[in-house]
């Protein structure tokens, strides 16, 4: 995205650093990383930064106002409401295509966004390897609001561990080790100190939690939570069985709790007005169907990973659609063939991390992921037997 830089790094690639680059990113923890990783990272110029943190801060704007648990009650599915809630999310993630608007400028848009973790932990060693094999320009960083890797690591264990010891905080999720982000799960040992627990290994004794660790039974008082409710929906039926205890009455924290997951998603979008947001809308509220639907997606609200979305719209899917009220119109983005590569243009998406530390009256930006495509939407299953795509990082001028 800025041609200099893009030019040099390019010139300077080789094949030989590429490949020593994944084995030090590989040997992190030995068949970690389960996904495709993307030969450079994406260059951020501070305009373009800028207006992307706008829509995130006007987005923070919306979820902090009083009235946000009202307007999102429905979000929430009856049969994966769970227990309990808390005051606010602590943790957020922003998509942002980079985009292309009617004058052919680039300029961020937002895809989704998810009021649950993302590969926090990962991204902090993913960004010092890379710093390893590629020259990173001067006054370039990934992360935001002045953080470094120490402080980011620090602020993260806070809010992970709350006021808890790491032996009694674990990260729950189904079947860990066979997840694509167990990579994540591994780095959050290493930096956090706390275990990745299958939901099936939880003990439950009256409302307490326990979980062994190191053959010693040991209670649970904090949960950081990686479990997808759609991802248990369609586990064996012995997994969504023992999936039943997030929904019992616990005397647990979460960290976040996972009502969080609906209520910041993409039932939130038709709630934003904001020029770095598409236009959105519930599809039983649209009262006529846009003469134009090839300029419009289709997507559920409660699905993740891309699972469900039409792209390319025909008069008859909207017709074929029993429940419109769990579905969103959404006005369709171009994306900009914006990264050079050896053979076609990639296109990119940047996620921005928002904490929310207890105590605090918003939460603040403060590191990213970045993922290339040359397919039509960002994803491995559209990526297939291409280089230059994958998971990735940006580094932001300062």
């Not at 929430?76 to 808390?86: E, L």
Request: charged share 20%; net charge negative; proline share 6%.
């Amino acid at each position: 995205m800025i041609s200099n830089i893009r030019e040099t790094f390019n010139r300077n690639f080789t094949a030989e650093t590429y490949q020593a680059y994944l084995a030090s990113l590989h040997a992190l923890h030995p068949s970690g990383i389960d996904f495709r990783v993307a030969e450079t990272p994406i260059f951020v110029d501070k305009d373009f930064k800028n207006k992307m943190l706008s829509a995130c801060e006007h987005i923070v704007d919306v979820i902090t106002q009083t009235n946000f648990k009202i307007l999102t009650e429905g979000a929430i599915p009856a049969n994966n409401r769970v227990k309990g809630s808390d005051d606010h999310c602590h943790f957020i993630a922003f998509d942002f295509g980079i985009c292309k608007n009617e004058q052919g400028e680039l300029e961020p848009q937002l895809i989704e966004m998810q009021g649950f973790p993302t590969l926090f932990a990962y991204q902090v060693d993913h960004a010092r390897i890379t710093e390893q094999y590629f020259s990173i320009p001067e006054g370039f960083s990934t992360y935001l609001s002045g953080f470094t890797p120490a402080s980011y690591v620090a602020y993260l264990k806070d809010i992970i561990l709350g006021k808890h010891a790491p032996e009694n905080v674990v990260l729950l999720e189904i079947l860990p080790h066979e997840q694509k982000t167990k990579i994540d799960f591994y780095c959050t040992q290493q930096h956090i100190g706390i275990q990745p627990v299958c939901i099936t290994e939880l003990i439950k004794e009256g409302n307490q939690l326990f979980y062994l660790l190191n053959g010693v039974k040991t209670p649970i008082h904090r949960i950081y939570n990686r479990v997808i409710f759609d991802d248990l929906n369609q586990q064996s039926l012995e997994i969504q069985a023992a999936g039943q205890i997030m929904f019992e009455e616990l005397d647990v924290e979460w960290v976040t709790h996972p009502n969080w997951f609906y209520r910041i998603s993409k039932y939130t979008l038709p709630f934003i007005q904001h020029a770095y947001v598409p236009e959105t809308r519930f599809l039983d509220k649209v009262k006529e169907v846009p003469a134009d639907l090839e300029n419009y997606v289709l997507k559920p609200l409660f699905s993740f990973a891309g699972q469900g979305v039409i792209i390319d719209i025909q008069p008859g899917d909207i017709q074929k659609i029993t429940d419109p009220e769990n579905w969103i119109l959404q006005r369709k983005v171009q994306y900009a063939d914006v990264i050079p590569t050896p053979d076609v243009p990639a296109k990119a998406e940047i996620r921005i991390f928002y904490f929310w530390k207890d105590g605090e009256a918003r939460p603040v930006p403060t590191n990213n992921l970045g993922r290339l495509s040359k397919g039509k939407m960002i994803g491995v299953r559209y990526n297939k037997d291409k280089e230059w795509v994958g998971g990735s990082l940006a580094y932001f001028e300062q």
